[in-house]
């Protein structure tokens, strides 16, 4: 099992974990679920898009990060479980 | 032209997302000393992602880099040298990095066939870096010298105090050779964010020597340096009027003038303009 | 029913009509104080009191919230409610805090299904939000409560009224005894116009110092063991705020006052006793010292900064409706310059209350819109977190209502086109103050013309949301359930907003 994780619990921010997937499965947990949690989920789908990952487990705590803090934090998280493979 | 920079921790999106809320003329991105060696990578994928996100306005852009000697220091400047930014700041810099640092952003700024041109601000916080100032501060792309008096202290092996007097050479030294090539003199942080007093004096003898800014470690400190380093409505009205009176000799084609019974002469007309250009730019009056 | 601000208005109730409206229009019946006939007032325990009353279901029953969070009086009530198998009780205690969590039960049982309260939060307040409360919610304000119970509209059967140190006659105060809690300014109506006034004190003494509780209205006295924890009375004052935005907010809201020419001579000022209110006095504090300015008065709740601004010769006096801090207690206790308030003194909208001779008053706000109504009674999210307080009060009697708060806190921004719910009308409020700029009401075109050349970043309403919504996204709107479970009721006694149920939760 592959794991990396990248981000903090403090507010603005997010923790994102990822783990190798057999195919691509998102938890969000996040203080604004409601009236953010489809636009946190379309980040994360269009991010993976962009780097051509189709299958990944993908875990989310949100403390209420923007869009630009969401995918740096997947794109750093995915660059270090690509750094423990190698 | 600053008077004040704002030092903000690369890694900590809620304070990058409010670093234009507190009318710093600059503000400071710092990838180096506030970020952990285990999260430098993410403390650039994360400012990468901010800078597309936020623009901001009205603020110079400044990244302070991790040294060029360290593993990180040229994939930041690969990473963030770009449009979107103004200056990079460089730790720890001597003619050699300096020297290098520049090398390496032209050829950035090419590849990625930038609009504009990157600057630099060398940190002067060896003794070394003291000794080289001057030809650190003339490289081209060099429009600024920081004092960093903490590490500084350290490398020479003494207790910094208040009153500064162990680093009133190296002060000195910075400004001489900023002066001498017209570019910016940056006076060291005042390391108490909650002595603002302490903070007014500090400023006020770092500007009685010849520095025209000061950086910030909080943002409490940016109202003060501001004040201080931004000229008096009385030195503007003083300014304007040897102005509106240089205008008047002129028409009258009088060679000499003065003002309030003093001579005025190239040199201090020169100050006067430079007054009025930084109270138009802080849009002081 | 829909209200002047387009709000839903329950079946049965006035609808708001404008913060004029019914102040200018409303005939203001005053029922006369009931002065006791009861001579020998002692009685042995609260168990004893439920007899002799007799307090049966059904009844109003009145607390104040001096003792605030270190509060035991509600509670031993509440034990004795319980124990009892009373049902369908009305309480209208002035706050509720998180020390009455065992309110909870009495409410999924049905024993207490109306609540009549000012301020409301804790677990108590999340319960009323899911839809445990049988019958309706009345979120008053600390003006309109006293207007209700005088006039006839608010009828309290029991007035319970924890009194630090009293005599075996009721005469009483809130400055002596180990429950000291300063000025006792919420009770006042209740000591006056209730049917039944019950003191309630683990101080029983001979002689009283001071006489803020006027023992002819005292019907019975019942010692206890303790009225509450000192320790959750007086914590009520935190510090001024380091958060740098917050600090920031602070120095422009000073800035903005100053500009606005209202630092000066005889001035009046109130604020609140959070982090930035604080820090908003410090700064105030300084100004006045620089320039010696001598002001009339401060009011409100009183905090340790605000009597040391009354000791530095800052004001001539404080005007005090309830103390936050050991400070405060004995600066009332000591220096005839701090006088106490009634609730009724201090915004009873039917009077000339203090509130109308305020000059400044900056208050928060969880949300505020384009309109500048600014809820602080619901979250985002339309939970209870609070009510009014005085905060409808103070905004329409000031002549200057300034708000402070951030733009956004963790993607969520307090801007909105349409808050949550209303607790004061935007006519009220003249400023906003955030740390992306400065809103001046459109309706204070003298305020807009004095600012014309100001160097502070003064901004629209609309700006200020369009910036909030390009860095956080645009929200997808709460659902909230149908079910009304309160109203927020106007200091004149009409209906502005109707708090609804959150959606979603059952438990």
């Known amino acids: ?86 | 032209m600053r008077r004040s920079l704002l030092f903000i921790p690369a890694n900590t999106p809620a304070m990058m997302q409010n670093a234009d809320v507190f009318e710093a003329d600059a503000v400071i991105f710092d990838l180096e000393d506030a970020v952990q060696m285990t999260e430098k990578d993410a403390a650039v994928d994360l400012f990468t992602q901010f800078l597309n996100q936020f623009k901001l306005n009205n603020i110079e852009i400044v990244v302070r880099i991790n040294g060029l000697d360290t593993p990180f220091g040229e994939s930041d400047l690969n990473r963030i040298v770009s449009d979107q930014i103004d200056t990079i700041m460089l730790p720890k810099a001597t003619v050699q990095s300096t020297a290098l640092c520049e090398g390496l952003i032209r050829k950035i700024e090419k590849r990625k066939k930038m609009q504009k041109q990157i600057h630099i601000i060398p940190i002067i916080e060896r003794a070394v870096s003291v000794i080289e100032s001057y030809e650190i501060a003339s490289f081209e792309r060099v429009d600024g010298l920081l004092l960093g008096a903490e590490d500084l202290a350290t490398d020479l092996e003494v207790e910094r105090t208040e009153q500064g007097f162990e680093i009133l050479f190296a002060r000195s030294m910075v400004i001489m050779a900023a002066k001498a090539n017209g570019i910016d003199a940056i006076d060291t942080p005042y390391t108490s964010t909650t002595n603002l007093k302490g903070l007014e004096m500090d400023s006020v003898l770092a500007k009685s020597l010849g520095m025209n800014a000061k950086s910030c470690i909080h943002p409490n400190q940016i109202d003060t340096v501001n004040h201080v380093f931004s000229p008096s409505l009385d030195a503007i009205r003083h300014a304007k009027r040897i102005l509106e009176a240089e205008s008047e000799a002129t028409k009258s084609h009088l060679g000499a003038f003065s003002v309030d019974g003093k001579m005025i002469d190239k040199p201090i007309i020169e100050r006067a303009r430079k007054v009025i250009e930084k109270a138009k730019l802080w849009k002081i009056e | 029913m829909k209200n002047v601000l387009n709000r839903v208005v329950p079946e049965g109730f006035t609808p708001f009509q404008g913060a004029n409206a019914l102040i200018t229009s409303k005939q203001h019946k005053k029922l006369d104080p009931i002065v006791s006939t009861n001579t020998s007032k002692a009685v042995d325990s609260i168990s004893r009191l439920f007899d002799l009353i007799p307090i049966k279901d059904s009844m109003t029953l009145s607390f104040h919230h001096h003792l605030r969070n270190g509060d035991h009086v509600l509670n031993m009530v509440i034990a004795e409610i319980k124990k009892r198998g009373l049902k369908n009780m009305v309480l209208a205690p002035t706050a509720i805090f998180p020390v009455h969590e065992p309110l909870v039960e009495l409410i999924k049982n049905g024993q207490v299904t109306s609540i009549v309260t000012n301020y409301i939060n804790g677990p108590v307040a999340d319960t009323i939000s899911i839809g445990h409360l049988s019958d309706m919610l009345i979120m008053d304000t600390h003006g309109g409560r006293p207007r209700a119970i005088e006039s006839g509209e608010l009828i309290i059967d029991v007035a319970f009224i924890a009194t630090p140190t009293s005599d075996s006659m009721g005469n009483g105060n809130g400055i002596e005894g180990i429950s000291a809690c300063g000025t006792l300014g919420y009770t006042m109506s209740d000591l006056l116009y209730a049917k039944h006034r019950v003191v309630i004190t683990d101080h029983l003494v001979d002689h009283v110092k001071k006489v803020d509780i006027d023992g002819k209205y005292v019907d019975y006295v019942i010692q206890v063991d303790r009225i509450g924890d000192p320790s959750g009375i007086v914590s009520g004052t935190t510090k001024p705020t380091r958060d740098p935005i917050q600090l920031k907010i602070a120095r422009d809201t000073i800035k903005l006052i100053d500009e606005l020419g209202f630092i000066k001579n005889g001035m009046s000022f109130q604020t609140g006793a959070g982090g930035t209110s604080l820090a908003v006095a410090l700064d105030l504090k300084h100004k006045m010292m620089e320039r010696n300015i001598k002001g009339s008065f401060a009011s409100g709740g009183i905090t340790g900064f605000l009597v040391d601004m009354l000791e530095s010769h800052l004001f001539e006096n404080l005007y005090d409706v309830q103390c936050f801090d050991l400070d405060a207690v004995k600066s009332y206790q000591n220096n005839p310059k701090h006088i106490a308030m009634s609730a009724s003194t201090y915004g009873n909208p039917m009077d000339d209350p203090i509130v109308n001779k305020l000059d400044v008053v900056i208050l928060g706000a969880t949300e505020i819109d384009l309109d500048f109504n600014v809820n602080v009674t619901t979250d985002s999210s339309g939970y209870l977190i609070g009510g009014s307080g005085g905060h409808s009060d103070t905004a329409f009697g000031a002549k200057l209502t300034i708000i402070t708060t951030n733009l956004t806190k963790s993607r969520t921004s307090m801007v909105k086109d349409h808050v949550t719910t209303i607790t004061t009308p935007g006519e009220s409020v003249d400023c906003l103050v955030t740390e992306r700029g400065i809103v001046i009401n459109p309706r204070r075109t003298d305020l807009l013309q004095q600012l014309k050349h100001s160097k502070l970043n003064i901004v629209t309403m609309t700006d200020l949301y369009q910036k909030a919504i390009s860095m956080t996204g645009i929200p997808k709107p709460i659902k909230l359930s149908e079910r009304a479970v309160g109203v927020v009721r106007y200091r004149d006694g009409s209906i502005i907003d109707t708090i609804f149920q959150v959606g979603g939760k059952t438990s």
């Open chain 1, 1 to 86: 099992m592959r794991t990396a994780s990248c981000g903090t619990m403090e507010s603005n921010d997010c923790l994102i974990t990822v783990k190798t997937h057999n195919r691509l499965e998102i938890v969000i947990e996040s203080i604004v679920f409601e009236q953010f949690g489809d636009q946190i989920e379309a980040v994360i789908k269009q991010t993976l898009a962009l780097l051509n990952i189709k299958s990944l487990f993908v875990h989310v705590k949100d403390k209420g990060a923007l869009d630009y803090a969401i995918k740096a934090r997947l794109m750093t998280a995915i660059q270090r479980l690509e750094e423990n493979h190698a």
